[in-house]
């Protein structure tokens, strides 16, 4: 990035997109200063974790893990360049142990996703004017061949897809707001709002999920510890929402499993909770205290169940 050419109005723009884009200003703190790591574990049979390695370690941010379907794995790695950040998309060929970067551009990229045709990646690109759009880049990163998908629709957090001509967003507002794009009309519709920003499909199913926050209104003191969050079904066919489960008190990113199992982080605990069996509660299955004592945000598992990756907060 030509950090020279920024001005104050450009480096404020980046700034309140990194805060939005995390979903704090705390957890911004959390994640960025000191950092994060991108942690793996092998999956064995009832969950058990074992072999827990760093993929990353190092100072600064390594976050948004993506599995691809042969395995290996896209993530955004923060680079600083004249003392100023960029993101930038890597990707890791986890059997032959290599990092490298697909993305090596002035604009920053973030929350890497493979496009329906599984050919491409999609992403959250940041201009020099600290707007962030929609984006399919090609895999390898051909600049010519990179196109802004939704020139209109901004600023986009996080996107999910439901199929070639639709995708689901995360907007970022006041409050920020779940949107169902069509990219061909190139326009999109509101169909929630205050919801958070971990987007999935439900395996095996035509329904997406995300996240709406749950104020507790009876509480005096209206702190964060008075919110949690309510995981949501949308049906692709007709919109309909539904709610599935409430996440356990403190987490606030979740990802689901092959096997319609959700996990999600509240401090260095992960839990689980099973659709198929929507009446039993979240269940404790591993504490990672000794990997991410200063806590777990994001979480991903391959296609074949055998690798979890998780996100630490350094300490």
Known sequence: MNCRKWGNGVVANIIIFIVSLIGSTIQVHAQITPGTDIWLADINDGFALTNHRNLTNREGYDNQPFFLPNGDMLFTRELTTKNQPQTDIFHAALSAHALSAITNTQESEYSPTLTPDKNRISLIRV???????????????????SVSLLPDIEPVGYHAWINEHAVLLFVLGEPHTLQRANLLTKESEILDRDIGPSLYRIPEELRMSYTRRVRNTSSV???EDSETWQLMALNIKN??????????????????????????????????????????????????????????????????MTTLAYVCNRT
Not at 139 to 144: A, C, L, M, N
């Open 127 to 145: 201009n020099n004017e600290g707007k962030q759009h929609l984006w399919r880049y090609s895999f390898p990163y051909d600049k010519h061949a």
């Open 221 to 223: 003191n209206q702190s």
């Open 239 to 304: 919109n309909q929402i539904e709610p599935l489960t409430e996440l356990p008190k403190g987490a606030y990113y979740y990802a689901w499993t092959p096997d319609q199992k959700v996990l999600a982080a509240a401090g260095s605990t992960i839990w689980m909770w099973n659709l198929k069996v929507p009446s039993q509660p979240w269940s404790a299955q591993a504490s990672l205290s000794k990997h991410c004592p200063a806590g777990i945000t994001r979480l991903a598992v391959n296609a074949s």
